[in-house]
């Protein structure tokens, strides 16, 4: 089973909004952090956002802090990230992942999603 299951992404014009979500099955359950991470070609996965379940703390990367938000449903099991104002500069592979504590290194998540490609092109 695949521990992190993600939806949304796609194609949008500069300007425009996407939301991901992020569905943790029960391999990934005892995490205690949330994040979103993305990848563009030849650059290194590089840290976005994430959440705390219990309390809700927040972190953004400086690059979408104001444009991406971060939140999630502890009953629902989800986390979702909301990008508006997006820039052609956003677009790459988005992954979600979860680990025991809100971190902005890839190696620190135990837990990873299959990826979703978010295009932002004119």
């Known amino acids: 089973q695949v521990p992190l299951v993600q939806s949304g992404g796609g194609w949008v014009q500069p300007g425009g909004s996407l939301r991901l979500s992020c569905v943790v099955t029960e391999e990934a359950y005892n995490s205690a952090a949330m994040a979103w991470f993305r990848q563009s070609p030849g650059k290194e996965r590089e840290f976005v956002a994430a959440i705390r379940w219990i309390g809700g703390r927040t972190n953004y990367a400086d690059s979408v802090k104001g444009r991406f938000t971060i939140s999630r449903d502890n009953a629902k099991n989800t986390v979702w990230l909301q990008m508006d104002n997006l820039k052609p500069e956003d677009t790459g592979v988005y992954y979600c992942?979860?680990?025991?504590?809100?971190?902005?290194?890839?190696?620190?998540?135990?837990?990873w999603g299959q990826g979703t490609q978010v295009t932002v092109s004119s």
């Open positions: 992942a979860s680990g025991p504590y809100i971190r902005v290194s890839s190696a620190d998540y135990s837990y």
